[in-house]
């Protein structure tokens, strides 16, 4: 069965039991520009430069760029706030944007670099070792979607995975018999099982299958949705380091990374119906059911990196680095539930839980490659460039045996929705004084949709019962930092303004269907004080 059939089975089989999707792939990939305070007031644009322990996770060669041993570390501290425009056919006709705010403290990264020195001019004039922890990216946000006078309700959504099923709604029933459990042996969609359990599926035997449809009692009614979605994320690195410096003119670093991705999810998603043609209807006053999610993402990984940086003339600088895949061991936990209330005509008040399970499964990320250049202004200024790629074509899910076919319709789903992710930085540092130094820095970093899913022309797949996503639409960075150094010791201090454009759909839209979903726009900006201490021996 093809994905390309959207009415068949295929549409919502990654839905029987919780298993990674395009989407969530997608989410776990993405990184961060995160680093020191002095990487950051640059907005990340060191890959020429080195010299830096963010270094270390970016180009592996900046290590050889050291010419003395250094303990450094860094904490953040902001502010997280979503905004979330509405559709134009929402409760929210004015324009008005919801807000909501998270505060986070992080602590960014902890390194040491060993220099040890050959004595020598010519060849290997230092070799160098470093050991570093390097925040990838992380934060906790907080975010509210509200629509009205919608298309289409979840209802209709979850019908059209269970008519695709089209089984006998006796093997949905959820009883007391020990050796039958309708999530596991019914082969349904668990939404499915949520859904007729709790009186919001209604089947129709057609002879030799069933068609199942939301409640008749809600036909008429008007429709609205209210989601609201709390995340916890971070991704660290491990990272040890060898490097060295030939003649001061070539720098080369090898560099073992072990990441460790945590993700944390919570959601709410309630579901209203009110009588349009009612003045004294408030759909805010007719709450019907209401679908929570919890979702705990824990995954560990290793890669590989390799660069170089060159110094033709004391004035360039250029470098080039490889990441290779990190080969992650992931593992979901996950737990659903329905409550439908009393106010759902003709439905009886039902609560229902999915069991608590976990999947494990392995995913490869792609390819990174970074390319930058550095000018040499006299003693007193720098101004460096870097442009990265990674072809998220090339995310890779397997199961727990490293075996693709498991996954191959999500494979495929990424190889022909997703594509390049270009990331452009650009930093300034200038020497006020001998001591004081200040800098600048922008970065953009694209999404890697394509057009089609951006468009919501594509079909798009979501896992277990977990119907809503996000689609990324690119993030920029501005910076802003300062600088002292006094000896042997430093100091650095950095302001970063992030703002990530998303968009948040609900539920999929299903077109063959009839199912249409709008979207509404996420605006996350985060802002964050950065401090940096450090000490060279």
Known sequence: ??????????????????????????????????GTARYMGMAGAFGALGGDISTLSQNPAGIGVYRSSEVVATMALGGVETNTSMPTNSLDVTGEKWKQGKFNINFNNLGYVGTFKTGKREGLVNFNVGFAFNRQGGEKRKYTVTQNYMASSLTDYIAVGATNWGGDPGKLLDTSNPKYDPYYDSGAPWLTVLAYNTGLLRAQNNGNSYTYSSPSELAGLAVGGDLLVEEKSRIDEYTFNVGGNFSNIVYWGLGLGVSDLNFEQRISYDEFYWDPNNANSNPLDNTNYRLSNYLKTTGTGI????????????MLRLGVAVHTPTWYHMTDNFIGKINVYEKLPGTPWEIMDTPEDYIDYRMDTPWKYQFSTALILGKNGILSFEYDLEDYSQIRLANDNGEEYAFADQNADMKAQLKMMNTFKVGAEWRLTPL????????????????????????????????????????????????????????????VWKSNQQDAYLFPEVSNANILSEKSKLTTDSFKFLLTLGYKF
């Open 303 to 314: 890669n590989v990196k390799a660069g170089l940086i060159i110094r033709p003339t004391n």
């Open 1 to 34: 069965m093809k994905r390309n059939s959207i009415l068949g089975v295929a549409l919502f089989a990654a839905s029987v039991v919780s298993a990674q999707e395009m989407t969530d792939a997608y989410r776990y990939t993405k990184k961060e520009i995160v």
């Open 436 to 495: 004081v130094s200040v800098r600048l820095g922008y970065a953009n970093q694209s999404t890697a949709y394509d057009k089609r899913i951006l468009n919501n022309q594509a079909q798009v797949f979501v896992a277990g019962t977990i119907p809503n996503y996000v689609i990324d639409r690119g993030t920029q960075y501005y910076t802003a930092g300062l600088g002292y150094r006094m000896g042997s010791f430093f100091t650095d201090m950095a302001f």
